[in-house]
């Protein structure tokens, strides 16, 4: 672990002596924020966070020692950040275990540089469910970038948007923080299927709005997930055999499809 004290660039409500805890009717909710050379989008992210109408909020911001500016916008917003730490790390889930670390939150949620909240109740609606007998609340995604839809999530499907999970932080003692290595791209999907089996719900109105551009279709992206499906049983080997021989001809099919739904419009 790693210790936070000898860190020299941080900052935050947090150093200067405020200290946020849960309280009664009203949990303490760690947002955190990974960012590297961000200073495009963070400026929303921040905005996002600082204006939701949710008022016991922790908010953390992980840098993984960006050199683009992204520090004076950090710097700028301060008084909205109870934490905030910049050094070089070995990628996003490194950061986010980071934040993990950090979080004194009871529930946590992942709104990373150029993620937004839905809107400013979206955190107060959500939290609103934490009373129940739940450990994971999540909704569907609104999607922006390349084109603007609603992505329809569903836990038993394992089709999780990560902005918009709100949930438990002790499921980390349990199942672990997300797993840190050259090359893994899916760390948030072997967490989600190691917590399936635990209390879900999905909330009715739509939690985070994400850039689709951010979005990972690496080849090498598809092929993890089919080997986590294969580990937790969630496709047969046929199936996977198939989805990797058409694997090759997705994007020219999904060409085809995108430019047949448009003409029939």
């Not at 500016?69 to 301060?78: A, F, N, R, S, W």
């Not at 390349?146 to 990560?162: E, G, K």
Request: proline share 2%; hydrophobic share 40%.
């Amino acid at each position: 672990m790693i210790d936070y004290a000898r860190v020299k660039s941080k900052g935050g409500a947090r150093p200067r002596g405020v200290l946020r805890e849960s309280l009664p009717n009203k949990p303490l909710v760690s947002v955190i924020t990974a960012v590297l050379n961000g200073k495009s989008c963070l400026d929303q992210t921040v905005q996002s966070v600082a204006h939701q109408t949710y008022d016991n909020v922790e908010y953390l911001v992980i840098d993984g020692g960006s050199q683009d500016g992204t520090l004076d916008i950090i710097q700028k917003y301060e008084e909205f950040v109870d934490f905030w730490v910049s050094e070089p790390d070995r990628g996003i889930y490194d950061a986010m275990n980071k934040g993990i670390d950090l979080a004194s939150g009871e529930w946590l949620i992942f709104m990373n540089a150029g993620d937004v909240f839905f809107d400013e109740q979206a955190l107060e609606k959500t939290i609103g469910y934490a009373a129940e007998n739940v450990d994971l609340l999540y909704s569907n995604t609104w999607f922006h970038g390349t084109r603007s839809r609603l992505f329809i999530c569903d836990h038993v499907r394992m089709r999780i948007i990560h902005q918009s999970l709100l949930y438990r932080k002790q499921l980390h003692e349990e199942a672990g923080k997300y797993l840190v290595g050259a090359g893994v791209t899916i760390s948030d999907y072997i967490f989600f299927n190691l917590v399936a089996h635990k209390r879900w719900k999905k909330v009715d109105h739509v939690i985070a709005k994400c850039d689709d551009r951010g979005m990972s279709s690496r080849s090498w992206t598809l092929y993890q997930k089919l080997a986590v499906d294969l580990i937790f049983q969630l496709r047969g080997r046929l199936q996977v055999s198939a989805l990797l021989a058409l694997y090759p001809f997705y994007k020219t099919l999904k060409r085809l499809w995108l430019s047949f739904t448009r003409f029939g419009r």
